[in-house]
């Protein structure tokens, strides 16, 4: 059973709903109801932002998320398991930082003295950039010597020939977003995500965040039993996310199973109403979506 919960739905400016980051939640063997009675067998965030640790801090007070409260009421990092980042802006890395030296110092080990390490997975370079550009200056010392990436987090490098995971019996497979483009097409690191369970052929569509860029990737979403799509609500001269009257060119089958996120502010404001609903609708933060139901 495969669940996906968003810390936040919104865009990177946004102050109402946190920055689009996502939890999955995997269980062995399913669970019936709305929350379920145990906590999840494998968890991964799907980014941490700069508003990850608050928005997690919330999280953690709702029905079915205890797990993610520590004895003490505060975030109980440990809980994660995996963290998969598919960019290196800080509404998708700017709360690792804070998680790192938790589970390096709260969290540590008090027999062994040794860290709790979550799995970070992305490629390469995305994983290089991260500790040489984002991460190396606040957690670059560890008293008395210098430390490397690879002392908060276990690594997965991912690459071309390599571009897929798997968490219970659940594929999920890495694709190139047209989220920013320097020279050419692609040429900036930026992801999304497929996950398809092999046995039923079931599969969701997760777009990371892109421009719109629907031949590239429609026969993911047309093949998805769900689709998560990254939105921004007003048109602008070479955006860097899809647009809503872009996403409105889509086939209408497609759209009435895409869920829409990383929004604005303004999101209930009614002039968008007619528009909105010719989608299955927007994303809420901290609603537990089922994704597969493990049947």
Known sequence: MLCLTFLGVGSAF?????????????????????????????????????TGPAAFYKLKEEPGYEY?????????????????ITHQHADHIGGLEEMALMNTFFYKDPKSGKPFKAELISTINILVNLWDHSLK?????????????????????????????????????????????????YDWPSYGLFVKHEKTGRSIFYSGDTRFDYPAYSRMMEAADQCFHD???????????????????????????TLLYHYGDNYDDPAFKPALGEFKGLTQPHERYVLFDGE
Not at 19 to 41: M, T
Not at 234 to 247: G, I, K, P, R, Y
């Open 14 to 50: 946004a102050k109402r709903n946190f920055n689009s980051n996502a939890l999955f939640e995997y269980w062995a063997k399913p669970w019936k109801g709305k929350v379920p009675n145990k906590k999840p067998d494998d968890t991964m965030l799907v980014d941490f932002g700069a």
């Open 68 to 84: 993610l409260k520590s004895p003490g009421g505060t975030n109980y990092y440990p809980a994660i398991r995996r963290v998969f």
């Open 137 to 185: 200056g606040g957690l670059n010392t560890i008293q008395h010597r210098y430390s490397l990436l690879q002392d908060y987090f276990f690594i997965r490098a991912l690459s071309p020939s390599n571009n897929h995971f798997s968490i219970g019996p659940y594929n999920f497979e890495i694709f190139a977003t047209d989220h920013i483009m320097i020279e050419r097409k």
């Open 231 to 257: 939105c921004q609500f007003f048109d602008q001269d070479d955006a860097v996310h899809a647009t809503l009257n872009e996403l409105r060119t889509m086939p209408d089958a497609i759209k009435k199973k």
